[in-house]
């Protein structure tokens, strides 16, 4: 099953609004299109020039700015990281997890490498991977975990983590 599908089938019926935190070069459309109200956050401009097509709202803003500013941090259904929250320090991290699980009113997806994975490019500034997460980080924070064996560079695995805030 392709990667946009597996995020996808986590997700519960009816969600009208998304944020994606740190939605990259690529934007998230295979697995965020069919949500009405998409809104991207993304601290390269040069990055959000290549995905905003894909957002009906964007901001260029580093995340930890725009959470700090009620003005800007806004609920939302479903608020989603598809491999970003390594690139934030483990205290930086657990911040964002605390303050997103008061904004995300139904739930929270997040696609990460679990533990060491190299980040690529390498060489790009700002994708250097900062923290390692476990299955066991995601587990005590109440989330629900799938692990993908071997699927960052055929060598590290992944984790698809959700949280369910709100049944319908």
Known sequence: M??????????IPG???????GCGWRGANDVIGHIPTRIGIEWS????????????????????????????AQKADLYIMIDFLEHLSRPEGLELLW??????????????????CPAYPADEPGWQHEA??????FKNLG???EVLDKFHLGQYNAL?????????
């Open 2 to 11: 392709p990667l946009a599908e597996m995020i996808k089938s986590k997700f």
């Open 45 to 72: 401009q040069k990055l959000l020039d290549r995905s905003a097509h894909h957002y009906t709202q964007t901001f260029c803003v580093d995340v930890r700015k725009w959470l700090a500013d009620p003005a800007l």
């Open 99 to 116: 303050a997103i699980d008061k904004l995300a009113t139904k739930e929270i997806v997040i696609f990460i490498p679990e533990g060491y």
């Open 132 to 137: 390692e997460w476990f299955r066991d980080d």
């Open 15 to 21: 969600l009208q609004s998304v944020v994606d935190l």
């Open 160 to 168: 698809i983590a959700w949280k369910i805030k709100e049944t319908q």
């Open 143 to 145: 989330f629900q975990v």
